[in-house]
């Protein structure tokens, strides 16, 4: 059972930055993207930014478009999310996807079939 492992949210102030990491492990797959998507108090979970495991494209929310930036470890089955220039907006529960199959449209939910259990990020005003 493949499982993802969150790590790197916690608290900062407007302004900062912060790297999230998720690394993939348990039994064996192919890995044809990983996402991040982020979900704020009382509102639905969105797409954040996406990554193909070949050729390494990468997407992007229009609200975080130069601020952050994915990247992706192969070798060690990892996908990172550099947050630069923080805004209080961006507080949100930040969860980690991958997809086992390809897909054209990376920012839907259900183009991924394993989850992170998400990780906390708290921007202060």
């Known amino acids: 059972q493949v499982q993802l492992a969150e790590s790197g949210g916690g608290l900062v102030q407007t302004g900062g930055s912060l790297r999230l990491s998720c690394t993939a492990s348990?039994?064996?797959?192919?890995?044809?993207?990983m996402g991040w998507f982020r979900q704020a108090p009382g509102k639905e979970r969105d797409f954040v930014a996406a990554i193909r495991w070949s050729g390494g494209t990468t997407y992007y929310a229009t609200s975080v478009k130069g601020r952050f930036t994915i990247s992706r470890d192969n070798a060690k089955n990892t996908v990172y999310l550099q947050m630069n220039s923080l805004k209080p907006e961006d507080t949100a529960v930040y969860y980690c996807a991958l997809s086992t199959y390809y897909s054209d449209i990376l920012y839907y939910e259900r183009s991924y079939n394993y989850w992170g259990q998400g990780t906390q990020v708290t921007v202060s005003s």
């Open positions: 348990g039994g064996t797959f192919s890995t044809y993207a």
